[in-house]
Nanobody, 123 residues
Framework: QLQLVESGGGLVQPGGSLRLSCAASGFTLDYYAIGWFRQAPGKEREGVSCISSIGGSTYYADSVKGRFTISRDNAKNTVYLQMNSLKPEDTAVYYC????????????????WGKGTLVTVSS
């Protein structure tokens, strides 16, 4: 059974950091582009960052450029999202997702989804 499991969310103060992990089971992440998405209460799900399957090209939403870094460790079948300089507006449930078609920040193009991990940025 194909499964993605996110971890690493929690409560952090503004300016703090968190590292999210997305671990895959039942399939190998090597052949998929992986994206991180988030959904805040009352808002639509939006793309945050993605990384290609080959070459490891990375893409970021303007709102997180320079603060977030996506990376993948194919040996561990895991993708990470390092989040620095967090702001209250980063508060959301963060999801990872896999795409067979290639890297994208468009949620409807993703094929497999995790259940999400909550990130709360508050003092």
């Amino acid at each position: 059974q194909l499964q993605l499991v996110e971890s690493g969310g929690g409560l952090v103060q503004p300016g703090g950091s968190l590292r999210l992990s997305c671990a895959a089971s039942g399939f190998t992440l090597d052949y998929y582009a992986i994206g991180w998405f988030r959904q805040a209460p009352g808002k639509e799900r939006e793309g945050v960052s993605c990384i290609s399957s080959i070459g490891g090209s990375t893409y970021y939403a303007d709102s997180v450029k320079g603060r977030f870094t996506i990376s993948r460790d194919n040996a561990k079948n895991t993708v990470y999202l390092q989040m620095n300089s967090l702001k209250p507006e980063d508060t959301a449930v963060y999801y990872c997702a896999a795409s067979e078609a290639g890297p994208t920040l468009i949620p409807s193009y993703m094929d497999y989804w995790g259940k999400g991990t909550l990130v709360t940025v508050s003092s």
